[in-house]
């Protein structure tokens, strides 16, 4: 009885040293990955191509603009493809699991105190040690979804920061000085970029700085030739926003107003949205944007206004917004649209403390006037020689006499000849 009891407590003996071993080498491996991870980050973070292609990518795409070098087709598939660069790197890098953080506390101890006797810089992981990050991807997170107030003081935060690696610190100045930049602080951008050129100078940040700084000046300079010259307000707010200069575009077309006749109004509200959204105002640009789809979704600006929204939903990860653009898209058949929707994966948005994300909201009166738009359209049919008014989405009244009535359109004999009319644009009609 005592030799079987010795037996079963040298086999539980046993069996917990090796589970102990065990648990202890999956620890020890989890703290190695992990600081693989936080020094790929480091570098990630130091190289930032993707990140800094995209600041450079903002002023070339919106440079061509202005110079009429580029459609604004052109500019939305370009700015959608860096978009889903910047979306999937953010997603891409993170804390490997461990199978309990509270072993790998005093685990990292142990090694830590090993590397102090020998001479080495302790070892840390991402989610324990490197209270830097979520300021920064938070202020990046602000950035891409053009918050750029909210971006700076937050980057600022991270500046403060003493012992700030040299690459690090240049990131972070060079992303601040973009923001500045886009905020109207020109002055903040330039001081920004010359501390970069003068203090780190060998950093991969430094070359774009000095792109950046160029673009700044040529822009700075095209606004006051733009704002002084004798140009129409509509052409001048329309070349300020290229030029990035959305509060100044912002002033000029409130000033225009109810002013502008019944064919500029698309393009007003539609222009009018894109300075909200470039000023932070994301939830009243995406009402904005809405009011142009379902006030004119016959005209082009309709399909610029949803292809905005799906950038929107895109940028925060929000799948209500890509949906809803999608669901316009069936109405509006947008061929750019269904691409950049094919080439951007469906990725959920950033872990964001509650009140701090960037929340954007469908009016409930706004989804019933989605909904009655991409409602099928019960196609009706009118008798030949009958005499008609015809109402289209984009506001043309056409008064004559059915001559033929197809599948997908109605031909009506009028007083400036035969119009023929694709029956997805008729709003409604009546009989004279």
Request: net charge positive.
């Amino acid at each position: 009885m005592k030799k079987s009891r010795i037996t079963i407590i040298s086999v539980t003996a046993a069996v917990a040293v090796i589970a102990f071993l065990f648990f202890l080498n999956h620890v020890m491996i989890s703290v190695r990955l992990n600081e693989l991870v936080a020094g790929l980050k480091d570098i990630d973070r130091a190289e930032a191509s993707i990140d800094h292609i995209g600041l450079v990518a903002t002023y070339e795409v919106h440079k061509k603009l202005f110079e009429n070098r580029i459609s604004q087709d052109g500019a939305d598939e370009i700015e959608q493809r860096i978009q889903s660069l910047r979306v999937l790197k953010e997603k891409s890098g993170g804390p490997l699991p461990s199978f309990s953080d509270i072993l790998t506390r005093p685990a990292l101890g142990v090694i830590n105190f090993n590397r102090a006797i020998l001479g080495k810089p302790p070892l840390r992981t991402p989610h324990i040690d490197d209270p830097l990050s979520p300021d920064m991807d938070l202020a990046y997170y602000y950035e891409r979804n053009m918050h750029f107030d909210r971006a700076i003081k937050l980057y600022d935060k991270a500046l403060a920061r003493p012992n700030l690696a040299s690459e690090t610190r240049a990131g972070a100045l060079l992303h601040q000085g973009y923001c500045y930049a886009l905020a109207d602080r020109e002055a903040d951008a330039r001081r920004n970029y010359m501390n970069i050129l003068e203090n780190h100078a060998r950093e991969n940040s430094a070359v774009t700085a000095a792109i950046l700084l160029r673009y700044l000046d040529g822009f700075s300079a095209a606004r006051r030739v733009i704002l002084t010259g004798n140009e129409g307000p509509f052409m001048r707010s329309q070349k300020l926003i290229n030029l990035l200069a959305y509060r100044q575009a912002l002033t000029i077309l409130e000033s225009v107003g109810n002013d502008a006749n019944a064919g500029d109004r698309a393009a007003l509200k539609y222009f009018e949205a894109r300075c909200l959204a470039g000023l932070g105002r994301t939830q009243k640009a995406a009402e904005s944007y809405l009011d142009v789809i379902t006030s004119f979704p016959a005209s082009r600006y309709a399909k610029y206004s949803n292809r905005k929204l799906f950038m929107i939903g895109s940028s925060q990860g929000n799948v209500a917004i890509t949906g809803l653009a999608a669901k316009i898209n069936s109405r509006l058949k947008d061929p750019l649209l269904e691409r950049m929707m094919e080439e951007s994966a469906p990725v959920p948005g950033p872990v964001i403390k509650p009140g701090r994300e960037i929340a954007v909201e469908i009016p409930p009166e706004m989804a019933k006037k989605i909904d009655i738009m991409t409602a099928e359209k019960k196609k009706a049919s009118f008798p030949r020689g009958a005499s008609l008014i015809v109402y289209t989405d984009d506001g043309n009244i056409f008064k004559g006499k059915v001559i033929e009535d197809g599948q997908d359109q109605l031909s009506l004999d009028t007083s400036i000849g035969v119009i023929k009319v694709k029956k997805d644009r008729i709003s409604r009609t009546a009989y004279k």
